[in-house]
């Protein structure tokens, strides 16, 4: 019971930070369309581009996705958003979405 009480008298910046909203389908769309944009500096393997270049890169993404969004998003968020998304993507390509839905 205490530990309500603890919270209730915070001040705001004491207060533990709330969580952001999902993304919409239009900051998807628009991150999506930014990488697709900058895929030869950002999806690249190896050490062909420095990584001054993919960090402002995934800048100038996340500006592209804060223009239409109502929450700001961070270069962390983006780029995990993404990264989920790709894992997402290869599993329904793989088929091993379906073999772990199969039950018996």
């Known amino acids: ?4 009480n603890y919270l209730f008298t915070q001040t705001t910046e004491e207060r533990p930070r709330k969580r952001k909203s999902r993304f919409s389908d239009e900051e ?7 990488v697709a944009d900058r895929k030869h500096i950002l999806l690249r393997l190896g ?20 223009m239409v969004s109502f929450t700001h998003r961070e270069v962390a968020d983006v780029r995990k958003k993404f990264q989920d998304l790709r894992s997402v993507v290869k599993l329904k390509a793989s088929g091993a979405g379906k073999k772990h839905k199969k039950s018996g």
Do not use: P
């Not at 420095?50 to 996705?65: F, P, R, Y």
């Open 1 to 4: 019971m205490a530990d309500l």
């Open 28 to 34: 998807t769309i628009a991150m999506i369309n930014a």
């Open 47 to 66: 050490n062909r581009n420095n990584s001054n270049e993919k960090t402002l890169a995934w800048c100038q993404v996340t500006d592209e996705v804060n």
